[in-house]
C-alpha cells in the first residue's frame, strides 16, 4: 500500500475515534450551541433558505428543561436524545471500531480484520455501517467548507437598496409553548447583523466590556470561560475580516419577561489560534476566510427597541 493512502487511513481513523472537528478550536463558543431562547430553550428552530438543516440542541443553558422538552427537540429535530449509542462512551466505541477497521485495512486483512476477523453476514452489516459513519461524516466536512448559498435570502452587497427584512423574509417559523408571534422590522434585522460583526470583533480582542454591552449576562460568562480557558494555554483566537454573507429570520415571539428573535447567518471570517506570547499562528488560516452558518437567538425586554436586542444563545447547524 502506498505510503500517501497509509498517512490517509491513519488520520481517518484518529479523526474518526477522538470525534475531531475543524471548527470545534475557535469562534465564539467554540463552535457549540448554548445559551437561552426563553420557552424554546429546547426547541428545534424551523429551518431556513440560509440553513436548511436542523439545529444543534442547546447543550449549555441556565434555563432549566420542563419535563419532555428534550424529548420533543429530540423529535423534531430526527435525533433520539436517549440510548446507549447517544452517550458520549457510545460515540467513543463506534469511533473505536471504525478506527480498527481502517487499522485492519492498512494492514491487508481487509476492513473487517482489525475487528478480530468478522466473516459473517452480521459483520458485513456491521462494516457497511461503519464505513456509511465514515462517509457521513468526511461529507458533513466538506459541506461545512462549501461556499455560501445564495438563494432566495439576500447577500450583503453594498449595491443593494433598502431590504424589506433579514434576508427578504417576512414570514415566522413554528414555535412551541405559550408564546405570542411577534413581528420583526428592518430597524431589527439591522441591529442583528451589526451585532454578529460586534461580538466577533469583541471575543477575537478579548473585550469583555464589549461582549457583556453585546450579550446577555448568561452569555457573557460562557465567552469569558472560554477566553480564560484558551488564555491558560497560552493562546489567543484572533478573529478578523468578518463578512455577514446572508441571514434569514427562523421565528420570533414575545414571552411575559422577553422578546426573541431566533436568525440564521452565515458569515465568513479570518479564525486563527495564534501563541500569546509569540503571535505565531498555530492553528487556523491567516489568509482564506472560513464560512460559517449558525443560528443566533437575541434577546430584550418586552417592546423594546431595536437596539436593545442581545445576544441569548447561539447554536450550530
Known sequence: MAMRQKTLIFTLAALVAFGYSADSFAKPGFSGSFG???ARTFSAPPPTATAPRPAAPIERSMTSPSPGMAQNYAGSTGMNSGGFMSGGFGRGL???LVGAGLVGMLFGSGFGGGLGGISSILGLVLQIGLLFLLFKFVMGFLRRRQPAYQGAAYDSGAAQGPRPGFGGFGGFGGGTGRTVKLEIGPGDFNVFEQRLGLIQKAYGAEDMAALRALATPEMASYFAAEIEETAKKGLVNKISDVT???GDLAEAWREPESDYASVAVRFSLIDTMVDRATGKVVSG???TP???TEIWT???RPGGAATD????AIQQT
Not at 309 to 312: I, P, Y
Request: positive net charge; charged residues 25%.
Open 36 to 38: 437561552s431562547r426563553g
Open 290 to 292: 472560513e464560512v460559517s
Open 244 to 246: 455577514f454573507l446572508q
Open 285 to 287: 488560516d491567516p489568509v
Open 94 to 96: 463506534l469511533g473505536g
Open 309 to 312: 436586542w442581545k445576544l441569548s
Open 298 to 300: 437575541f434577546a430584550r
